[in-house]
Antibody, heavy 119, light 107 residues
Framework: QVQLVESGGGVVQPGRSLRVSCVTS????????MHWVRQAPGKGLEWVAV????????YYAESVKGRFTISRDNSKNTLYLQMNSLTAADTAVYYC????????????WGQGTLVTVSS | EIVMTQSPATLSVSAGERATLSCRAS??????LAWYQQKPGQAPRLLIY???TRATGIPARFSGSGSGTEFTLTISSLQSEDFAIYYC?????????FGQGTKVEIK
């Protein structure tokens, strides 16, 4: 079955960088767009970024544009999110999610990885 | 950016009763509207897409309706496993945006 497993979260100081990963299985990764969606503690969902199946097209939320980079390695069935210049506002559970039919909604989700930005 | 507004913030319902959740978009999103369910400590789960189409494996007691700017998620007879937070999401424009959620709690 479809599985998405995030890793790489942790505690990081403001201004520093962190990369989170999402290893996938159970589907043809190279055929799907993939997203990152985050959820601050006790808050709602916020879409962060998308990368389409070939990695050539990417979109970002304004709140992370210029600081975060989404990428993928189709040979490893893995999605990444490189996060730079982190602030307390970036503290959240980061979920990777599979795109549904190329439409920008999410039909499978990982369990999430918590990123805490704190000094 | 399209702003999605859900109401009410919290809905208190008894098991077996009907629950009606609302979602409003700040501009038309046609039928490009999805609903998700999230239980504590879990990832969201896709329930409805295209405003009214149930995702794979979703029970028939969940139904969606609406188009344009006004949408409704109805749970016809609440089961214990349905108490959760529900989010709507538009996928008509970038950035994709979610409502703030409606918590369905036991009355």
């Amino acid at each position: 079955q479809v599985q998405l497993v995030e890793s790489g979260g942790g505690v990081v100081q403001p201004g520093r960088s962190l990369r989170v990963s999402c290893v996938t299985s159970g589907f043809t990764f190279s055929s799907y767009g993939m997203h990152w969606v985050r959820q601050a503690p006790g808050k709602g969902l916020e879409w962060v970024a998308v990368i389409w199946f070939d990695g050539n097209s990417k979109y970002y939320a304004e709140s992370v544009k210029g600081r975060f980079t989404i990428s993928r390695d189709n040979s490893k069935n893995t999605l990444y999110l490189q996060m730079n210049s982190l602030t307390a506002a970036d503290t959240a559970v980061y979920y990777c999610a599979r795109d549904f039919r190329g439409d920008g909604l999410f039909d499978s989700w990982g369990q999430g990885t918590l990123v805490t930005v704190s000094s | 950016e399209i702003v999605m507004t859900q109401s009410p913030a919290t809905l208190s319902v008894s098991a077996g009763e009907r629950a009606t959740l609302s979602c409003r978009a700040s501009q038309s999103v046609s039928s490009n509207l999805a609903w998700y369910q999230q239980k504590p400590g879990q990832a969201p789960r896709l329930l409805i897409y295209g405003a009214s189409t149930r995702a794979t494996g979703i029970p028939a007691r969940f139904s969606g309706s609406g188009s344009g700017t006004e949408f409704t998620l109805t749970i016809s007879s609440l089961q214990s496993e349905d108490f959760a937070i529900y989010y709507c999401q538009q996928y008509d424009n970038w950035p994709r945006t979610f409502g703030q959620g409606t918590k369905v709690e036991i009355k």
